[in-house]
Protein backbone atom coordinates (compact mmCIF):
# COMPACT_ATOMS: atom_id res chain seq x y z
CA UNK A 1 0.00 0.00 0.00
CA UNK A 2 1.01 3.42 -0.78
CA UNK A 3 2.80 5.18 2.43
CA UNK A 4 1.53 8.39 4.00
CA UNK A 5 3.12 11.70 3.53
CA UNK A 6 5.21 12.73 6.30
CA UNK A 7 5.02 16.51 7.08
CA UNK A 8 8.28 18.32 7.50
CA UNK A 9 6.77 20.93 10.22
CA UNK A 10 4.83 20.17 13.32
CA UNK A 11 1.17 19.86 13.23
CA UNK A 12 -0.10 23.10 15.47
CA UNK A 13 -3.94 23.75 16.88
CA UNK A 14 -6.65 21.40 16.14
CA UNK A 15 -7.42 19.43 18.49
CA UNK A 16 -10.88 19.89 19.50
CA UNK A 17 -11.86 19.34 15.59
CA UNK A 18 -9.76 16.11 15.31
CA UNK A 19 -11.93 14.75 18.43
CA UNK A 20 -15.23 16.14 16.58
CA UNK A 21 -13.91 14.12 13.01
CA UNK A 22 -13.35 11.07 15.34
CA UNK A 23 -16.32 11.17 16.64
CA UNK A 24 -17.69 11.34 13.53
CA UNK A 25 -16.17 8.90 11.64
CA UNK A 26 -17.51 6.23 14.10
CA UNK A 27 -20.97 6.85 12.33
CA UNK A 28 -20.09 8.06 8.92
CA UNK A 29 -18.29 6.57 6.45
CA UNK A 30 -18.06 9.35 3.61
CA UNK A 31 -16.54 12.23 5.44
CA UNK A 32 -15.21 15.38 3.40
CA UNK A 33 -13.11 17.90 5.12
CA UNK A 34 -13.96 21.64 3.63
CA UNK A 35 -12.49 24.69 3.58
CA UNK A 36 -9.79 27.42 1.46
CA UNK A 37 -7.05 26.56 0.10
CA UNK A 38 -4.36 26.54 2.66
CA UNK A 39 -6.80 26.41 5.61
CA UNK A 40 -4.98 22.97 6.62
CA UNK A 41 -7.43 20.34 5.56
CA UNK A 42 -4.63 17.96 4.34
CA UNK A 43 -2.38 18.61 7.79
CA UNK A 44 -5.58 18.06 9.70
CA UNK A 45 -6.36 14.91 7.29
CA UNK A 46 -2.58 13.61 7.77
CA UNK A 47 -3.08 14.16 12.04
CA UNK A 48 -6.09 11.86 11.87
CA UNK A 49 -4.58 9.00 10.68
CA UNK A 50 -1.99 8.99 13.33
CA UNK A 51 -5.15 8.76 15.73
CA UNK A 52 -6.97 6.85 13.77
CA UNK A 53 -4.62 4.45 12.00
CA UNK A 54 -5.16 1.87 14.91
CA UNK A 55 -8.72 1.21 14.25
CA UNK A 56 -8.45 0.18 10.48
CA UNK A 57 -7.05 -2.94 10.82
CA UNK A 58 -6.67 -3.47 6.64
CA UNK A 59 -4.49 0.03 6.46
CA UNK A 60 -4.86 3.41 5.15
CA UNK A 61 -4.15 4.64 1.96
CA UNK A 62 -3.23 8.47 0.86
CA UNK A 63 -4.60 9.30 -2.49
CA UNK A 64 -3.04 12.61 -3.50
CA UNK A 65 -5.54 14.21 -6.56
CA UNK A 66 -3.68 17.30 -6.69
CA UNK A 67 -2.26 16.73 -10.24
CA UNK A 68 -5.35 14.73 -11.36
CA UNK A 69 -7.75 16.96 -13.85
CA UNK A 70 -9.72 13.84 -15.25
CA UNK A 71 -12.25 12.39 -12.91
CA UNK A 72 -11.58 9.05 -15.05
CA UNK A 73 -8.64 8.59 -13.28
CA UNK A 74 -9.47 9.03 -9.94
CA UNK A 75 -10.40 5.23 -9.15
CA UNK A 76 -7.13 4.18 -10.73
CA UNK A 77 -5.24 6.29 -8.55
CA UNK A 78 -7.20 4.74 -5.30
CA UNK A 79 -6.15 1.50 -7.22
CA UNK A 80 -2.97 2.07 -7.51
CA UNK A 81 -2.74 3.33 -3.77
CA UNK A 82 -3.41 -0.58 -2.64
CA UNK A 83 -1.24 -1.75 -5.11
CA UNK A 84 -4.08 -2.75 -7.60
CA UNK A 85 -3.25 -3.56 -11.13
CA UNK A 86 -5.30 -2.10 -13.93
CA UNK A 87 -5.52 -4.59 -16.45
CA UNK A 88 -7.45 -4.04 -19.83
CA UNK A 89 -9.67 -7.38 -19.23
CA UNK A 90 -11.64 -6.07 -15.52
CA UNK A 91 -13.04 -2.93 -15.26
CA UNK A 92 -10.93 -1.32 -11.96
CA UNK A 93 -14.16 -0.25 -9.99
CA UNK A 94 -14.80 -4.64 -10.04
CA UNK A 95 -10.79 -5.18 -9.27
CA UNK A 96 -10.93 -2.65 -6.21
CA UNK A 97 -14.74 -3.86 -5.02
CA UNK A 98 -13.26 -7.19 -4.85
CA UNK A 99 -10.15 -6.01 -2.89
CA UNK A 100 -11.58 -3.74 -0.77
CA UNK A 101 -14.91 -5.59 0.26
CA UNK A 102 -14.34 -7.08 3.44
CA UNK A 103 -10.87 -4.85 4.28
CA UNK A 104 -11.43 -2.34 7.19
CA UNK A 105 -9.75 0.38 5.37
CA UNK A 106 -9.12 4.31 5.74
CA UNK A 107 -8.75 6.09 2.20
CA UNK A 108 -7.76 9.84 2.52
CA UNK A 109 -8.46 11.55 -1.17
CA UNK A 110 -6.82 14.72 -1.10
CA UNK A 111 -7.64 17.47 -3.25
CA UNK A 112 -11.12 15.93 -4.66
CA UNK A 113 -12.05 19.82 -5.68
CA UNK A 114 -9.58 19.08 -8.94
CA UNK A 115 -11.64 16.25 -9.66
CA UNK A 116 -15.33 16.82 -8.27
CA UNK A 117 -17.07 15.23 -11.06
CA UNK A 118 -15.47 11.51 -9.11
CA UNK A 119 -17.72 12.08 -6.23
CA UNK A 120 -20.43 10.11 -7.68
CA UNK A 121 -17.58 7.13 -8.83
CA UNK A 122 -15.65 7.50 -4.97
CA UNK A 123 -19.45 7.56 -3.23
CA UNK A 124 -20.57 4.27 -5.24
CA UNK A 125 -16.61 2.74 -4.22
CA UNK A 126 -17.81 3.18 -0.12
CA UNK A 127 -21.29 1.82 -1.10
CA UNK A 128 -20.24 -1.07 -1.94
CA UNK A 129 -16.95 -1.83 0.38
CA UNK A 130 -19.08 -1.59 3.78
CA UNK A 131 -15.85 -1.81 5.79
CA UNK A 132 -13.83 1.25 3.77
CA UNK A 133 -14.21 5.13 5.49
CA UNK A 134 -13.38 7.73 2.53
CA UNK A 135 -12.00 10.83 4.35
CA UNK A 136 -12.05 13.28 1.55
CA UNK A 137 -10.59 17.19 1.37
CA UNK A 138 -11.80 19.62 -0.99
CA UNK A 139 -12.52 23.27 -1.39
CA UNK A 140 -16.54 22.48 -1.86
CA UNK A 141 -18.57 19.17 -0.68
CA UNK A 142 -19.34 16.26 -3.02
CA UNK A 143 -22.97 16.79 -3.13
CA UNK A 144 -23.41 12.80 -3.07
CA UNK A 145 -25.68 10.61 -1.03
CA UNK A 146 -24.37 9.59 2.19
CA UNK A 147 -21.42 12.28 2.17
CA UNK A 148 -20.97 14.26 5.76
CA UNK A 149 -19.34 17.83 5.12
CA UNK A 150 -17.10 19.44 7.81
CA UNK A 151 -16.22 22.85 7.42
CA UNK A 152 -12.31 23.55 8.25
CA UNK A 153 -11.86 27.43 9.36
CA UNK A 154 -8.64 29.14 9.53
CA UNK A 155 -7.46 29.08 12.86
CA UNK A 156 -8.69 31.48 15.42
CA UNK A 157 -6.31 34.69 16.09
CA UNK A 158 -6.31 36.31 19.70
CA UNK A 159 -8.15 39.51 20.19
CA UNK A 160 -5.68 41.83 20.14
CA UNK A 161 -7.61 44.48 21.85
CA UNK A 162 -7.33 42.27 25.41
CA UNK A 163 -4.93 39.71 24.93
CA UNK A 164 -1.57 41.28 24.58
CA UNK A 165 0.19 39.42 27.07
CA UNK A 166 3.35 37.44 25.18
CA UNK A 167 2.68 34.85 27.09
CA UNK A 168 -0.95 34.05 26.35
CA UNK A 169 -0.17 35.12 22.81
CA UNK A 170 2.37 32.28 22.20
CA UNK A 171 -0.51 29.65 23.62
CA UNK A 172 -3.07 30.99 20.62
CA UNK A 173 -2.29 28.17 17.51
CA UNK A 174 -2.59 30.52 15.05
CA UNK A 175 0.41 33.07 16.87
CA UNK A 176 2.19 29.66 17.57
CA UNK A 177 1.97 28.40 13.99
CA UNK A 178 3.39 32.03 12.68
CA UNK A 179 5.90 31.80 15.35
CA UNK A 180 7.21 28.08 13.86
CA UNK A 181 6.73 28.71 10.63
CA UNK A 182 8.91 32.15 10.73
CA UNK A 183 11.44 30.56 12.85
CA UNK A 184 11.95 28.33 10.30
CA UNK A 185 12.63 30.63 7.79
CA UNK A 186 14.49 33.02 10.55
CA UNK A 187 16.52 31.14 13.29
CA UNK A 188 16.19 33.59 15.84
CA UNK A 189 13.03 34.90 15.38
Same mark, same amino acid.
Given at each position: ???????? /?????? /????????? !??? /????????????????? !??????????????????????????????????????????????????????????????????? @??????????????????????????? /?????????????????????????????????? @??????????????????
Amino acid at each position: MASMPMPL /SSFVGR /SAEIERICS !LLS /STRLLTLTGAGGVGKTR !LALALVHVLAPEYHGGAVFVDLAPLSDPALVLPAVAAAFGIQDTATRPIFDALIDALRDRHVLVIAD @NVEQVIDAGADLAHLVAHCPELTLLAT /SREPLRVTGETEYPIAPLQVPDVGRDLDPERLRE @NPAVSLFVQRASAVRPGF
